[in-house]
Structures are given as C-alpha cells and as structure tokens.
C-alpha cells in the first residue's frame, strides 16, 4: 500500500513539475472565457501571461503563476515588445474577440475591417509572433477560441460568420504546415456562454438597428433572441476545461464543440443536407 500511495504521489508530483515549467500565453484574458481560462490554468500550476489590453483588469488575480501583461493584437509592434519579455511559450489560447451586428448593405468600411483586424488578423499575428519560439522548442500547443458560427451563418451576422470561418481556415491550415515542429493547432467552437460577450463586446451598426431599417423586422427578432442566448448561456467553466484537456491529451481531435447550441447545431449540420439544415435553423431562430 506504502508502495503504491509513493508510486500516486511521485506520478502527481512529475505532472506538476511538468505543468509547473509550462507557460500558457491567453489573449483578452481580462474577462468572459479568458479570463476563466486564466485562473483555471493557474490553479493546474501553469504560469499564465494575461494579456489584455487592460491588463491592470486582472491585477485583482494576479499571483506568481498569473502575470498580467499588456497586448494590443491590432499592432504588431505592441505584440513583439510585450512577447519579447516572456520566455518560453508552450502554449497559447487565442481568445480575443468581438462581433460585430450588421447587414451587409450598411457595414462600413472601418466595421467590416475592425471585425477581422481583431479576430482574424489579431490572432494572426500573434501566431506570427509565437511561432518561431515554439519552433526552436519543437512543441507548442496554439488553441484557437472560434465559435460555432465558424460553421454556421446566421443573418445580421455575416461579418462575425466570416472571421471565425477564417479562424476554421487557419486552424485547418497551421495544422500541417506546424506539424513537423510537433506544434499542435486546435479549435474550439463554443455555442453561447454567459460571458461580457453580448454586454460589451457586440458592436451595432447604427443604420441596421434605425427603427425604419428595411431589416427592423429581422433586427427585432433575432438580436434579443441571440443576446438572450448568451446571456442565458453555458458557463464557461466547460470551455476552460477543454482547454486543459486539449493541452494534456495529445490525441485531441482538431476540433470541439463546447455548450449546448453547439452540441445541438454542429452534429446537425454535417448529418443533414445544406438545404435540410438551413431549413433546421429558419424553423429555429423564426427565419
Ligand atoms: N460568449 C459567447 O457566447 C461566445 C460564443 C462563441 C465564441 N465566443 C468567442 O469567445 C472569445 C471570448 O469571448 P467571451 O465570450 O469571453 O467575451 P468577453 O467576455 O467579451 O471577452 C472577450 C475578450 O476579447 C477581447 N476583445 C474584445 N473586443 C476586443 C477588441 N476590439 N480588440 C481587442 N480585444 C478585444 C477583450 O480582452 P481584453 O480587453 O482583455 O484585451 C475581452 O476581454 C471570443 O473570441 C468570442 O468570439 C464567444
């Protein structure tokens, strides 16, 4: 018995070697799923960088483990400075983002480029900016926070459709060309969590939410519906686990849902034909 509690406890004290060393780099980690992310992976024994825009958000949580630091992912500049100061990276969480609410008729110029500045090209050049360090590590682990909107559209929406289809694209693609530097790419595609998502960070265009829009039909009934979803949402305590599920298990598929619209949209997506599915979710949303 004396022989197999030290044989447990020489296995728990190796993983938290393991985990102690490993350092975990989040992207606007000052609230929602980031923030969440961040103090779960500190109580496994990660040292988490928390990069925020606003890293004095997190100095409440701040401790040996959690390091605040600051990240602007629109400026490649601002990324290299702040990364230059952190060593190793073993992992990294790209969960930055926004969505934008707008027809297309209407998206401006400064919309339609701000909403993949920030989800498409922001990871973008983090990934940019990690890649060589994991490279010379040979190993690294990028997950990627997309949405299950990365897979389905949804009117109103295109513009958040379109950059987490493209964080699907990206995911597809590192996945080979990091592959012989045994850096794993991941996706996660949550459904609605109850985060400052809906609250802070969706943005509405002026002209499509005007009471005599031709969309005022389409914008009063489908955008309370979506910002009740989410605010009704998962917690995100389910994608935190994913997370650090992914990073431990190196057999973890490319990509996973998290929380029930997901669960429910994505399996039906690839059973039923375009035609039946787009039928599927205009019974559901009232389309
Ligand atoms: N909540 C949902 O239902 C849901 C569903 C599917 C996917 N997602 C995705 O999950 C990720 C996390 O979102 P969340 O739900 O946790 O929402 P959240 O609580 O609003 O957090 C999003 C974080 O992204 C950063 N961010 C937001 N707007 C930004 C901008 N204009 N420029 C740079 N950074 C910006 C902010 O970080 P800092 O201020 O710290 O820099 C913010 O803390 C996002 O990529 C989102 O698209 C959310």
């Given at each position: 018995m004396i022989f197999i509690n030290t044989i447990v406890s020489y296995f728990n004290y190796t993983c938290f070697m393991n985990k102690a060393h490993k350092t975990v780099l989040v992207t606007g980690s000052s609230s929602?799923?980031?923030?969440?992310?961040?103090?779960?992976?500190?109580?496994?024994?990660f040292i988490v960088y928390a990069a925020s825009r606003t890293p004095e958000r997190l100095f409440d949580i701040q401790?040996?483990?959690?390091?605040?630091?600051?990240?602007?992912?629109?400026?490649i500049e601002s990324i290299e400075e702040s990364i230059s100061?952190?060593?190793q990276i073993d992992v990294l969480v790209n969960n930055a983002g926004y969505g934008l609410v707008s027809t297309v008729e209407d998206v401006?110029?400064?919309?339609?480029?701000?909403?993949?500045?920030?989800?498409?090209?922001?990871?973008?050049?983090?990934?940019?900016?990690?890649?060589?360090?994991?490279?010379?590590?040979?190993?690294?682990?990028?997950?990627?926070?997309?949405s299950f909107l990365g897979k389905i559209g949804l009117p109103l929406f295109t513009?958040?459709?379109?950059?987490?289809?493209?964080?699907?694209?990206?995911?597809?693609?590192?996945?080979?060309?990091?592959?012989?530097?045994?850096?794993?790419?991941?996706?996660?595609m949550p459904g609605f969590f109850d985060t400052n998502f809906a609250r802070d960070n969706l943005v509405t265009n002026a002209k499509t939410f005007e009471e005599d829009s031709p969309y005022a039909g389409l914008v009063s009934t489908l955008a309370p519906t979506i910002v009740g979803q989410i605010n009704e949402g998962n917690s995100t305590e389910e994608v935190s686990a994913m997370i650090l599920e992914i990073i431990e298990n190196e057999s973890f598929p490319a990509?996973?849902?998290?929380?029930?619209?997901?669960?429910?949209?994505?399996?039906?997506?690839?059973?039923?034909?375009?035609?039946?599915?787009e039928r599927r979710v205009r019974a559901y949303y009232d389309l």
């Open positions: 929602g799923m980031g923030r969440a992310a961040v103090l779960a992976l500190a109580k496994e024994g401790t040996e483990f959690i390091r605040p630091i600051p990240l602007d992912i629109t400026n100061h952190v060593g401006t110029e400064e919309e339609m480029f701000n909403q993949f500045n920030i989800n498409v090209f922001g990871l973008l050049r983090v990934c940019k900016t990690v890649i060589p360090k994991m490279r010379e590590q040979k190993s690294g682990v990028i997950i990627n926070i997309s513009f958040y459709n379109a950059s987490k289809y493209a964080v699907e694209g990206i995911t597809d693609s590192l996945r080979y060309e990091l592959k012989d530097f045994h850096i794993r790419v991941h996706s996660i990509r996973k849902t998290a929380g029930d619209k997901a669960k429910k949209f994505i399996p039906m997506k690839k059973e039923l034909s375009d035609e039946d599915f």
